[in-house]
């Protein structure tokens, strides 16, 4: 028995990252996965990656910030693989901008995708979430991808510990909400530390920049002296982590934060 076995799942941003990671060991998991992103050709080959020589993964086209593409997806998703029992909300963004550069225009960007795109995947999944968590002893499951950017101050990015504070009260919100209204849907959060990805590159760029230099290679050292298990992330250890809060074997948890993070925050 895996742990996800018959269990189907939509990922946000999951065309590279931690989402591709969590799609992988989603399957392997022995779930069915759907991915949706923005990266039509990056996600379509994660897709056919992570499937192997079976049908368990697919991609749809996805902007979170559209609520029609959501309507759309989780619709397809549901028609492909017969229900939907988890919802990850992934796809994010970083600014890496101080308050005096950042624009309007960025913020809305930012809260656009950070935000906005939290809450209508949460609207337009939990109808398909209700009506499998009925057939599950431990219902359904939503885990947002907040950060410790939205547990603690930190001084590269105040815009985004904004959004990611957002996403940290807005899982503890739903999933009160949907425990009142007898729904079966847990809604938890995890809060990476730093970890290599794409986004993860973005931050060595910004450090740098803060510490007036081009060199992004000190700026990667400073990052990891401030995580004390002496590495920085990969997307494997949060993918673990969400695949845990979406199994069954989470059955207690709702409106918990779950921080992976190197012991960053600790100190
Ligand atoms: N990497 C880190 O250090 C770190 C730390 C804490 C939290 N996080 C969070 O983890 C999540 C995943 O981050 P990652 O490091 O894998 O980043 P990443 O940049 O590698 O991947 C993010 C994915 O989101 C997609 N995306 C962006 N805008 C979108 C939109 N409008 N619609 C659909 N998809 C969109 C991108 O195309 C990309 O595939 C994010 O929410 C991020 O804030 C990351």
Redesign the pocket.
Known sequence: MNRLDGKVAFI????????AATARLMVEAGAKVAI????DERGRETARRVAGAGDAAIYQH????REDDWNTAITATVARFGGLDILVN?????LGKGIEDASLDDWHRLCA??LT?VFLGTKHALSALRERARQSPHGSAIVN?A???GLVGLQLDPLYSMT?GGVTLFTKSTALEFARKGYRVRVNSIH????Q????EQ?FVSRARNLGSNDVEAARQQAMSRHPIGRLGV?DDIAKGIVFLASDDAGFMTGAGLVIDGGSTAQ
């Open positions: 946000s941003g999951a065309s590279r990252g931690i989402g949706g992103d923005v990266l996805l902007d979170v910030t992934n796809a994010g963004l970083f995708v950070n795109g991808l950060s410790v950017a990611k990476p530390g730093l970890i990805t794409d986004m993860g931050t997307p």
